[in-house]
């Protein structure tokens, strides 16, 4: 079982900044997982923002390609999400994923709102 916290989230103006986080309670786990972060809109689906493999490799959304940064820090069982130039677009629920093969753990979610 693995317990995903995620914080950082809050409100920004467009063109802002914001650095979320997600912690796991499992270090073994997180060593062998695949992250990621996905977001939800209101009315929308929840769709993949970008994910992280084990050995560092990264993919993103077309829609934040370029504006968002996903890392990890297996030392602090934790992956980021960096975003920058958010667009009120970007307003959504983030909700943190780990994975290792089929199974799935999701965090409870933190919101992110930009505007002005």
């Known amino acids: 079982q693995v317990q995903l916290v995620e914080s950082g989230g809050g409100l920004v103006q467009p063109g802002g900044s914001l650095r979320l986080s997600c912690v796991s309670s499992s270090g073994f786990i997180f060593r062998i997982a695949e992250m990621g972060w996905y977001r939800q809109a209101p009315g929308k689906e929840r769709d993949l923002v970008a994910v992280i493999t084990s050995g560092g490799s990264t993919r993103y959304a077309d829609s934040v390609k370029g504006r968002f940064t996903i890392s990890r820090d297996n030392a602090k069982n934790t992956v980021y999400l960096q975003m920058s130039s958010l667009k009120p677009e970007d307003t959504a629920v983030y909700y943190c994923?780990?994975?290792?093969?089929?199974?799935?753990?999701w965090g409870q979610g933190i919101q992110v709102t930009v505007s002005s």
């Open positions: 994923k780990c994975a290792t093969g089929s199974i799935v753990h």
